[in-house]
Every structure is written in C-alpha cells, then in structure tokens.
C-alpha cells in the first residue's frame, strides 16, 4: 500500500502547501514592484516566528510533495525503479529539507 | 503528439506535470539564494540586482505562471478527487489556465 | 426482388493499415471506394473482402455491444462497428491501427486477456449473500448508493478507456480505467458483499492511486461511462477507510492497509 | 497435419448465456472437475446473449403464474413445442432470475417501491418481462462473464470447434476437433461431456440480426454426425432491421419493437403507411405479421432506394423520441441516419433459430456424452420464439446442462478413444479451401444470403423452395471447389468466411427441406401455397438428419404431454 500512502501524503502536503503559496505569490506580486531588495525581504523576515514557522511549513511540505511527484515522474517517463526509485526519493526529500530549512535559518535568524 | 492525447483534459495533465517538474528543479536554486543572506545582505543584494535584468523579469514571470497555474490546477485535482463529482471539467481547467495567466501578468506590469 | 444498390461509392479513401505481429509490422496503404453508409470496420472489411484476404480484425455483433472491434482510428480509439467514416475522414485519408496497449496478435487484432486478468485482479465480480432460492432484493432505483452503482454499469469491456490511458502505458501493472469503473459501480451495490477485500484490491500499489484523471477514459468511452469519477470517488473511499480505520480488520492481523488493529 | 491432444472432463463449446452458464454450474456441482470453454470469438464477447435488448420473461410478477407463461409460450409456439421442455424452461427461469440477481449481480430495472420492473413484449398475456433498459443482454452477459473468468476454467478463445468426435465404437461422443483461430494450429480436445451451445444465428439470410462470429456450426456439426434436428424451416424474423445498403455490416441490425409500440409508423417508398391494409392492429401487429407485410410491400416493388420501407418517429415529436429511445436514436446517429426527426429504411431481418438438435428436457441428445443447450437446442419454442423466451431458454438449460454434465462427467470412468483417421480427414477437408486458388467466395455469400431471402424467407412457396435447393446444391459444389489465396492460417478471417460458408449452406439445405416438407402456416413458416394452419390436433413437427442417401425430413407428432390444444392449465381462460 506504499502507493497509497504516498499519495495521500502528497495530497496532504498540497492541501498545506495551497495557502502558503497563495500568500507567496500575492507576496510577490505585491513585492515585486520597483524591484526586490535584500534589506526588504529580511527586514520582513528576521526574527518573525510567524515567517519562520510559515517558511519552515513550506518547506517540509514541498519536500515531500516535491520528492514525490518527481518520483513519480522518474517512474512513469523514465522507468525508474526500486532501489533506484527509492533512494533518489529519500535523496530528493533530505536534499529539499536540508537546503529548505538553511535557507529559512538564512532569512529568518537574525 | 499522438492524437489521443488532443484533448483539453490531458493537456491540463500535462501542464500540472510540467509545471510540477519545473518548480521541483527550480527548487533548489530558489533556496541557493536564499542562502546567500547567510553570507550577508550584500551577497543576496548584488544577486537581486542582477534580477532587475528585463529577461530575467520575464523568465521570473514564467516562473509565476508555472506556480500559479500549478496552484489552481492542483486545486482542480484536490476538488476533484475529493468532491461529488462535475461535468465542468474542462471549464475549470481553461478559468486556471486562464487565472494564471493573469496573475502572471500583473507580476509583469509591477515588475517593469 | 432485387437488392437495388443504393450503395454507389462517391469517391476513394487512402487507409492506412497497420499489418503486423507483435514482433514487427509496418503500414499498408489501401483505396477503399466510399459508401454513404459506411463504418470504420464495413472499410477494413472491404480491406479483407476485396483487396487482401490475409487482413485480421476483430468483431462480433456490428452494433456496439460486445466491444470486440475497438482500433485506433487516425489515432484515437473507437468502436469501429458505430463509428461513420464521415465523421473521421480527413483530406480523405484514415490511419487504422491495433488498440494501444495491448499485445498485437495480428494486424488489428489485439489480446485482451490482461485487460481481463486485471479485472479480476480488481475484484470486479459481485459477491452477494443470498441465493436462488431467494427472491430478488427490494431496491429502489432512487437510492443515492444505487444511482451511482448504475452510472457506471454499462459498461461493454471494449478496453477504448485502457488504450486511451497514458498511465496503462507508463506502468504496465495498473488496473486501468474499466476495472476500476467496475469495482467502484460494486462498491455502491447494496447487494455485494466483498467491499472491504475489493477495497484492499483497488488500494494496491497498481490501483486506483496510480490515475492522473488524464480523462482520456472519460472522453473516448463510446457509453459516455466516466471512470474518472469512478476512480476519484474509490480514492475518496480508500481515504476515509484509512483514516477512519473503518476497515474491519481480523483482529491481530495486518490489514490490506497497513494498519495493525486489536 | 500435425495436432495437439488435450484432455478435460467437461468441454463447453461457445460462451453465451448457455455456454457461461453450464461452466458456473458445473463447477458449483462438482470443483474438482476440468472444466474447459472453447469460443470462436473472446469469452462472453461474442454471441447474441450480449446482443438481447428486450429482455426475459420470467413469471415473477404478482398475478402471474408458470403456467400462464407456459401456455403463452405454447400458444406463441402455435402448439409445436416440446411442452416438457416449455415447462421446464418456464418453472426454471424463475430460480435462473433470482440467480442472476442474487448470486451474479445483474440488477434489472426495479419499480419505484423496489419491486422488479415487468414490462409487456408482444405475444405474452402477462407483463413479465424483466430487463436492464434497451441493454438487457450486455448486463446478463458481462455478469456471467466476470464469475466465469474468476474461475478455474481452462479458457480456449477465438477457437473454433471444427468437428464433433465420435469414439471409436461410434457409441459416443469422445471430442472435438479445433482450430486455434490465433495460430491456426489444430486441437484435439478429448472431453467425458461436450455441450454444444453454439447458438445457432441465421445468418444465412440477406438481411440477419445476429452476430458475425455465428454461422450455423454447431448444427451443421451435429448434422454431419448424423444427429437429429427438429423444427428447422422455423427461422424468425425481426420485422424492423436497419437497412443501409449491402456494403455495410450493420444492415441488418435490429431496430427495436418498442419504436412500433410506441406508435411509429411504416411507410412505402411512396411515404404511405401500409400495414393497416394487413391487420387491423397495423404496425403494433405481431412481428410474423409485420414481417410479412413489409416483405408484400417489398415484392410488390413500393420500395425505398436500398429496396425496403421506411420507419418514421417524427409525427411523436422528435424530441420526445429522442427521450423515449436514446439508445436506438444514438446509434441510427452513428451510422448516419436520423430516428428521431427524419426516417429510416429499415427491412425484415433473420433473427433467430428455433429448430434445433433433439434433446431431452435435461439437455441430452441421443449421443451419450452430448449435450445441447441454447438456440442450437430445437423444442422450447416450436414454431415461434416469444420475445423474451430467447435469453431465459438459454440460460436455463446452459445451468442445467452444467448440473447435468458434472454428474455424468464424475460417472464416466475414462475417455472414450478417438478415431485418428476421423481427425485427419476433418483437418484435411478444412485446409482445403487454403490449398485452392483464389476464388470469389463474396459473390459465393451475396448468392447464398439472396438465395435464401428470397426462396425460403418471410413467404415459401413449393416453387421458390425448390429452385433454392437446386441453388444451393450448386453453391455447395462452388463453394468446394473455390480457395481463397491466402495459405496462412494465422487469424485467417477469409479462411474461417469459408468454413462459415460451407456451414450455412449444409444448415440452409435442411431448413429448406424441412420448409417444403412443411405444409401448413404455422408461427414463423408461412407458406403462401399451404396457408392455413392446420388441424391443431394434429400438430407434427419436423426432424430432419443426414443420411447416406442424403436428407431426410420426417414428420413427428407433437406429444401434448402437459396440455392439449383447447385445453389451458389457466383457469379464467
Ligand atoms: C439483436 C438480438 C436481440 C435479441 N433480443 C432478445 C430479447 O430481447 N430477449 C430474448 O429472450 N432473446 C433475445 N434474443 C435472442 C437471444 O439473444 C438468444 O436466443 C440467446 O442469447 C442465445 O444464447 P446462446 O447461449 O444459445 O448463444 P449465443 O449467446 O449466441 O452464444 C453462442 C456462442 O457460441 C460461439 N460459437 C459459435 N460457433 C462456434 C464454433 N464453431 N466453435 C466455438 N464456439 C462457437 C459463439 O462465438 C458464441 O460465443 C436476441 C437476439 C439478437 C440477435
Ligand atoms: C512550489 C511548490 C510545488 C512544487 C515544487 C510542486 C511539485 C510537484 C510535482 C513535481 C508534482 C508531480 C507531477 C505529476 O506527477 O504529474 C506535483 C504534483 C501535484 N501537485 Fe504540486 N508542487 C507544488 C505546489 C503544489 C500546490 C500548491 C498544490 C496544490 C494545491 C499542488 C498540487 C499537486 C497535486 C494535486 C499533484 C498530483 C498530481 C497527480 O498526481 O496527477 N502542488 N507537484
Ligand atoms: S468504460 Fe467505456 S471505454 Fe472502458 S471498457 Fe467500458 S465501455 Fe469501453
Ligand atoms: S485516462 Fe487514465 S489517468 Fe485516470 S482519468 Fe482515465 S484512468
Ligand atoms: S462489433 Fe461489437 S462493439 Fe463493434
């Protein structure tokens, strides 16, 4: 039933991720005017625990969305499969945690 | 493309997959950047700068559109999937492709 | 009396035809003259009639009820038996081929017997609990479970949603859109019995998880079935199972899904 | 020529409602038996089961009885029925539905409080028909289908029962021939019991509603053996089947009797309605009656362009049409033409068998080890199948045959030996046509379809029979002597066109003997020379066998076992 595990969790994680990227995209389009600014975003982000939590939310859900959509992919289009399949998932999935969450500390720890 | 899949509902498949694989890959490089503050706001200043550049304006705008229409087409999955089930389909696919498109372009006319 | 002919052809058609075995094969070109009445298999019937004996196709009942004489028409799946030439010719020209994703036995004709095992493999039978001997259960139509059990039965097994499915090509184990359709119209039967087993069959890892709602299913079944609810709505049903761990479950053993129970 | 040699206990020849049936109950009777279908086409995908659209009558309802539909069926068979067989066909249908319901999964169309939906079918005193809409076929069929495949039956598809073999002794039934249609290689399959359910089909008519893959074999193989088969001038016709020119495979197709019920009219060429000049019931009339109106019409030359009548919705409103038959309106669309709104050329079409091998209520035939069930069974309907009693005749005795088989499968010690000689004769004389040059079997087909239509169809007279037998003796001799140019036997669709001809044509040759033979106007035998209908008392029916000298039709008397004419078992009547 690994199948059906997956897909509920990337269903789940899409359900969290919906929100998040709602607000990251009106963010943008509202940011984006007259052009990003470094001193801009961290002003936003350093020390926020609500852009912390947030960001780290993002990121541990499309971890593992991400990780398992394009196993699927891999899957489907290029025939990947077992060992092969499942180690490139994990891989995906710490890789996407690791440099996600650095890049949260990055903005968001002062 | 084969003709079977000509048809409105396989194209919005394709495009959710599309758009999934590209954010995926664009991912990583997204937070590379971000990590850049790590080393300081001049380091992720002197590479947003480099975002002023009008092609990378428009490759940004693509970018919105990709996370847009992904957004409401995985939407349209989640409703589906999850809802008693509708005949607008097709409808629902061509008002996401639709959003997207104009949620992409307003990030385009605030960016210029 | 004579059988007077108002069948005088109004012109010829280029019909390429796939001749072949599932080793090697290659297309044919043919010109077949047109009739006002004619369908895609009355074409690759003349094919065999008139111009090459050795032309293998399937078909039973020429009226769209045994799903025996599917092709890909130009590309697309189709009923061959209900499908006009008049409604596919393009610049006078047809392309015929094997139903995709199937194993081609000859020229047209393709093996349908995984499409079958897979059914089976679905649960894709009733299982009831009473007998001959018993009189038939009082049902009304009108019952919301009933009217969902209908919407997907008619189904003629003709496998157009399975070579429509990009996903039955992609991963060879997949149940397939018609199996599904089956399961899910038995899962809304009242009468059945086996719910909770052919639930654990339709949640494996070739089951209903595996559908994109691609839709092609939905789009070409020539019944106007739509699978893709079905498949959505066995989904829907495997979660809540899940989440509810509303499965029975013999006590001590792993359930199909994963979970240990007291 | 080389060929393989399989062994089963129970060997099960064609998968309609007959064939599925007696597999289930044979292996519900007896698992540990070998159970093998062998299907000209795929399992459950072919025959005319999946074809039924009307529905099966069943005395369910409340106020009907098995015996009012039994003297429904013997006065619909004009008194010619086996009425053991009628009665059995009718106690059983009753347990056969709720079997279908209950233990397969059909669902048939229920009232509002839950009951099952009877609907009326022409002929019948009762409404006791049950269906699923215009689809009844396709659910019973595709049910059956899906318990059989789960099973473990030894499934042979797309193989082609060739040759029925006696054994040695000649005191039984020891196998069958084939030939595996995919590859063309040849089996033996050795059985304990065979049963023939085939289903009949006449397709030798010009304008034929059953499916392609039926062509008379099982017949034609149990008359080469010299078996007994009754009733067999009496060929059903559908009065309302799609014409649409000679080219196409869905001319002959049936368009269902409810558009006449529902007040449809019949028009000439001319556009003028005519079946009121025949009864006074017009087009609601039965469908002997209609048949042979439109076939008047026909011959009198007041003909549309493809030589029939036109059928005309569009005076009920072509919406309300639309509404009232989406099924028949879809697929008139499909091929091109409009039911609902506009009109539609449509002609009698061959429609069913009643004639058929002798059997026993219990499905034997005189040869221990065969049995028949299903059209390919002569003697439930007589002279005239009520609409309905098709599908139930098939599925009751296929169930009862499958009980029956197990038990004399488990009672027979061994197999009886074959006759190898018998084999490679059989084998030889099917490669012929692949030896033979190219000759033109279509026009050998369009002669024999005409043939038939025109000399032993709606109307027969002693003239038109004759001069049919003398064509069709020459056709035969045609036929042997042609080859179809192609010496691949791997799905050879021509080849197996030839062995489809050579069937018909020996089939064809006893209707028409037996429709001379014949000389009264009974149900579906109408014989413009002998119209009446005879002293029902003294009611014979037909048996006719292949004999050294060549074809011999008896006559027999109808045994009134259960009831005799004048008499009802319904006491109101
Ligand atoms: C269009 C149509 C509508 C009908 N509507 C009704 C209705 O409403 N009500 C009703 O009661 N009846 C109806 N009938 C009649 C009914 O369908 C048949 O009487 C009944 O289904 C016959 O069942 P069977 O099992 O004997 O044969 P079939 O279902 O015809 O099956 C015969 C089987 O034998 C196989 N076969 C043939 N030759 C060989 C061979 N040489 N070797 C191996 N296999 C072979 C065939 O491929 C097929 O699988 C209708 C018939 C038609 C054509
Ligand atoms: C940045 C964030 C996201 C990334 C990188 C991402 C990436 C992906 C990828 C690679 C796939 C696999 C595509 C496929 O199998 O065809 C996928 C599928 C999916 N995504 Fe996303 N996604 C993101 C956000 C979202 C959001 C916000 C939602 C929705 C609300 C969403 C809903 C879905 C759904 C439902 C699927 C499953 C599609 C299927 O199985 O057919 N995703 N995503
Ligand atoms: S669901 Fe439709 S397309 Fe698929 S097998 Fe059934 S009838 Fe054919
Ligand atoms: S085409 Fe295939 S992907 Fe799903 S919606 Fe139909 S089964
Ligand atoms: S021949 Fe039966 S569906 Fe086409």
């Given amino acids: 039933m690994l199948e059906m595990r997956l897909y509920l969790a990337q269903r789940i994680s899409a359900a969290i991720l919906a929100p998040l990227v709602l607000m990251h995209l009106g963010l943008m389009v509202y940011a984006i005017q007259g052009g990003l600014d470094a001193g801009e975003i961290l002003a936003r982000t350093r020390g926020s625990l609500f852009w912390g939590s947030s960001y780290a939310l993002f990121v541990i859900a499309v971890a593992v969305h991400a990780s398992i959509g394009l196993r699927k992919i891999l899957h489907e289009w290029l025939g990947w499969r077992g060992a092969l399949l499942h180690g490139f998932s994990w891989l995906c999935l710490a890789g996407l945690l690791f440099a996600g969450l650095r890049a949260v500390a990055a903005v968001v720890l002062p | ?112 | 009396m004579s059988s007077s002919a108002a069948t005088s052809s109004t012109g010829s058609i280029a019909v390429s035809v796939w001749r072949g075995d599932a080793r090697h094969g290659n297309f044919q070109l043919f010109q077949v003259p047109q009739q006002p009445s004619q369908t895609i298999l009355d074409v690759v019937t003349w094919i065999q009639r008139h111009a090459d004996p050795g032309l293998s196709y399937r078909f039973a009942c020429r009226v769209g009820m045994c799903g025996s004489c599917a092709m890909m028409v130009n590309g697309i799946p189709r009923w061959t038996c209900r499908t006009h030439v008049n409604k596919v010719l393009r610049d006078n020209r047809l392309t015929i081929e094997p139903l995709r994703n199937m194993p081609i036995i000859k020229d047209l004709a393709c093996d349908m017997s995984e499409f079958f095992d897979k059914w089976k493999q679905a649960r894709g039978q009733f299982e009831g609990s009473s007998t001959r001997d018993q009189q038939v259960a009082a049902l009304s139509p009108g019952l919301p479970r009933r009217r969902i059990a209908d919407a997907a039965t008619e189904c003629i097994n003709c496998g157009i949603c399975y070579a429509a499915c990009d996903v039955v090509s992609w991963n060879r184990d997949y149940l397939g859109p018609a199996a599904l359709n089956r399961a899910w119209s038995l899962q809304n039967d009242e009468r059945d019995c086996a719910g909770e087993q052919r639930l654990r069959a339709v949640a494996g890892d070739a089951g209903c998880h595996q559908c994109h709602a691609q839709q092609g299913c939905a789009t070409y079944c020539p019944n106007e079935l739509n699978p893709t609810a079905s498949i959505a709505g066995l989904k829907r049903m495997v979660s809540q199972a899940w989440f509810n761990k509303g499965l029975a479950c013999h006590p001590g053993k792993k359930c199909g899904l994963g979970k240990r129970h007291a | 020529m080389d060929y393989q040699t399989l062994k089963t206990d129970i060997l099960i020849l064609g998968s309609g409602g007959a064939g599925l049936f007696a597999a289930l109950h044979a292996l519900q009777a007896n698992p540990d038996l070998d159970v093998t279908i062998a299907v000209k086409g795929l399992l459950g995908k072919c025959g005319c089961t999946r074809m039924v659209q009307g529905g099966y009558n069943v005395a369910l309802s409340p106020g009907d009885s098995v015996e009012r539909h039994f003297m429904d069926t013997i006065n619909g068979g004009k008194w010619l029925p086996d009425q053991d067989m009628a009665m059995r066909l009718c106690q059983t249908a009753v347990t056969r539905v709720q079997e279908l319901e209950n233990e397969l999964g059909c669902f048939f169309d229920r009232n509002d409080d839950g009951s099952l939906h009877h609907k009326a079918f022409a002929g019948q005193t009762f409404d006791r028909t049950v269906h699923r809409g215009d689809l009844t076929g396709i659910e019973i069929i595709s049910r059956l289908m899906e318990q059989v495949r789960a099973l473990p039956v030894n499934m042979m598809e797309e193989h082609r029962a060739l040759a029925l073999l006696p054994s040695r002794d000649g005191d039984a039934l020891a196998g069958v021939l084939m030939v595996d249609m995919r590859s063309g290689e040849f089996r033996v399959v050795r059985a304990k019991a065979v049963l023939m359910a085939t289903g009949g089909g006449p397709t030798m008519y010009r304008y034929h509603t059953p499916s392609g893959d039926k062509s008379m074999d099982g017949l034609a193989m149990a008359l080469r053996l010299g078996i007994g088969l009754r009733d067999m001038e009496m060929v059903q016709f559908h009065p309302t089947g799609l014409l649409a020119g000679r080219d196409t495979r869905m001319t002959g197709t049936v368009l269902e009797e409810g558009l006449r019920g529902a007040g449809g009219y019949l028009l000439d060429g001319n556009g003028e309605r005519f079946m009121l000049n025949y009864d006074a019931d017009g087009e609601r009339a039965t469908r002997d009656i209609v048949s042979r109106g439109i076939y008047a019409e026909m011959r009198a030359g007041r003909t549309t362009p493809n030589g029939g009548v036109y059928i005309a919705m569009s005076h009920l409103g072509a919406e309300k049409v639309a509404q009232k038959f989406p099924g028949m309106v879809k697929r008139c669309a499909d091929c091109g033409f409009d039911l609902a709104g506009g009109r539609v050329e449509v002609v009698p079409t061959a429609h069913y068998f009643m004639g058929g091998v002798v059997v026993t209520p219990d499905t034997r035939s005189r040869l221990p080890g065969l049995f028949v069930a299903g059209e390919d069974a002569g003697g439930s309907h007589g002279a005239n199948r009520l609409g309905g009693n098709g599908v139930a005749n098939s599925t009751v005795f296929g169930g009862i045959a499958g009980d029956e088989m197990a038990g004399f499968a488990a009672g027979q010690g061994t197999w009886a030996d074959i006759d190898e000689d018998l084999v490679s004769a059989a084998i030889d004389e099917s490669m012929s046509p692949l030896r033979r040059a190219k000759a033109d079997i279509n026009s050998i087909r369009d002669r024999l379809l005409d043939l038939m239509w025109e000399g032993v169809g709606v109307l027969r007279d002693a003239q038109g029979i004759t001069r049919a037998q003398t064509q069709l003796a020459d056709l035969k001799s045609e036929l042997l002597a042609s080859g179809i140019g192609d010496a691949n036997r791997v799905f050879a669709l021509s080849w197996h066109d030839w062995l489809n001809l050579q069937s018909l044509i020996e089939v064809s040759e006893v209707i028409a003997a037996a429709a001379l033979s014949r000389e009264n106007s009974r149900g579906a035998h109408y014989r413009e020379d002998f119209p009446e209908v005879g002293s029902l008392e003294e009611s014979y029916f037909t048996i006719a066998r292949s004999e050294a000298t060549g074809l011999k039709v008896e006559r027999r008397p109808v045994e009134f076992s259960i009831v005799k004419p004048g008499e009802s078992l319904i006491q109101d009547d």
């Fill in chain 2, 1 to 112: 493309m084969k003709a079977h899949r000509k048809q409105p509902l396989y194209l919005a498949f394709l495009l959710h997959r599309v758009s999934g694989l590209a954010l995926a890959l664009f991912l990583p490089f997204h937070f590379y950047v971000l990590a850049l503050s790590l080393q300081g706001n001049q380091k992720l200043d002197s590479f947003l700068h480099w975002s002023q550049l009008p092609l990378v304006k428009f490759a940004e705008t693509g970018l919105v559109f990709l996370l847009a229409i992904h957004l409401l087409g995985g939407l349209r999955l989640l409703a589906l999937e999850n809802l008693p089930w509708s005949n607008a389909q097709k409808n629902y696919a061509a008002i996401a492709v639709a959003s997207a498109f104009f949620v992409a372009l307003g990030f385009l006319l605030r960016a210029f």
